[in-house]
């Protein structure tokens, strides 16, 4: 076995792992499997009809827990995937924003659902994910932990964010001190099918349904109406606003002597709003649902590194929590592509602060 191996403390606990049918979940399962963990696979069934990440990902999961000789069983989660995350998306998009779909995921589908049936069927409280990130408890705040992986290519603290801390306190990240090629590395010498199973590059929506925009048009109906620049000029028609996001720029189907990127959407007006670069910076915005996941709940202003979108490198803010489970963010210089509908996600260094839901741009 080979010697990048992460050190996972060996034990007898028994721990839900929940199963994709993808290389990173896998090597968790066998990680914690090898390690002498009482492991059982868990797979979530979301969407109905094909789509890579269920029909196929189900039968690789099943694969691999005959291949480690533990149990296996599948959730028909179909309906709380749609009540939680389709119906979220369309009606996000139809109201102009942005929806951010896998952190809502992991909160609503994901793990309080895998942590209460795992409790309630097999009376376990522990359940892991391949989640990129690292987790540890720190006894004097009494909290958990969140921090970034240590691959900073791969890591997923960013969608974690909305976890609270009593999910937390059953989770398990495996592969937070792993690189993405040590973790193929580690399925090809534990010989996983998975190992060399090309990775998923989109959302399971979009995979399922070929774009995002085949997705909606099953849902919205495409209505015509105006792109115009910040002064109101018409520049061009679109085919419905929630084919656009903030911040882009190909696709636009407007002519001009500088590149033009989108700065708002209006679906009342149905308008497609669009500027250049300059335009689409702002230095301030606010947030909602703000979820505080390794710190206590502030109410005075501090300063943090702000994630505003999963690539986006952080950018030095002033985060200043208001009432009702909001905050104001004021950057140290404009950000680009601040999107209603995103995260944005605070954080000291590599430690997860919290975050919450990008309610306006001021």
């Not at 659902?113 to 359940?127: C, D, L, Q, S």
């Not at 250049?276 to 590194?305: G, L, Y």
Request: net charge negative.
């Amino acid at each position: 076995m080979s010697n990048i191996v992460p050190n996972i403390e060996k034990q007898a606990e028994k721990v839900v792992v929940g199963l994709s049918g993808g290389v990173d979940s896998s090597v968790a399962a066998a990680l914690l499997h090898r390690a002498g963990y009482d492991v059982t696979g868990l797979t979530l069934w979301l969407m109905r009809g094909k789509g890579q990440c269920c029909s196929e990902g189900m039968v690789d999961a099943a694969r691999l827990c005959e291949e480690l000789g533990i149990h296996h069983e599948i959730v028909d989660s179909r309906d709380v995937f749609e009540q939680s995350i389709i119906n979220y998306l369309v009606t996000g998009y139809a109201a102009g924003s942005t929806p951010l779909p896998c952190s809502r995921c992991n909160k609503a589908v994901k793990f309080t659902p895998m942590m209460t049936y795992a409790r309630e069927k097999w009376g376990i409280n522990k359940i892991a994910t391949g989640h990129y990130a690292k987790l540890s408890f720190n006894p004097e705040s009494g909290r958990y932990e969140l921090r970034r992986a240590v691959d900073d290519t791969k890591d997923q603290s960013y969608f974690l964010y909305e976890v609270g801390q009593e999910e937390l306190s059953c989770c398990i990240f495996p592969l937070g001190d792993t690189t993405k090629a040590e973790t193929r590395k580690i399925a090809a010498d534990f010989g996983l099918a998975t190992a060399e199973k090309p990775e998923s590059m989109d959302l399971c929506l979009v995979e399922a349904n070929g774009s995002m925009k085949a997705f909606l048009d099953k849902y919205l109906t495409p209505v015509q109406g105006k792109i115009v620049d910040t002064n109101g000029n018409v520049l061009g028609e679109h085919d419905g606003t929630y084919h656009y996001t903030i911040g882009q720029r190909k696709g636009l189907g407007v002519a001009a002597a500088n590149p033009l990127y989108v700065v708002a959407l209006d679906p009342i007006k149905n308008e497609v709003v669009v500027g250049d670069r300059a335009e689409a910076h702002d230095k301030e915005c606010t947030i909602s649902q703000v979820n505080w996941v390794s710190i206590a709940a502030m109410n005075v202003p501090f300063h943090a590194e702000v994630q505003v979108r999963y690539r986006t490198v952080p950018a030095g803010a002033t985060v200043m929590p208001l009432a009702g489970d909001r905050a104001r963010i004021i950057f140290d210089e404009p950000q680009f592509s601040i999107a209603p509908g995103q995260a944005a996600v605070f954080y000291r260094g590599d430690l997860l602060l919290g975050g919450g839901l990008i309610e306006s741009k001021l």
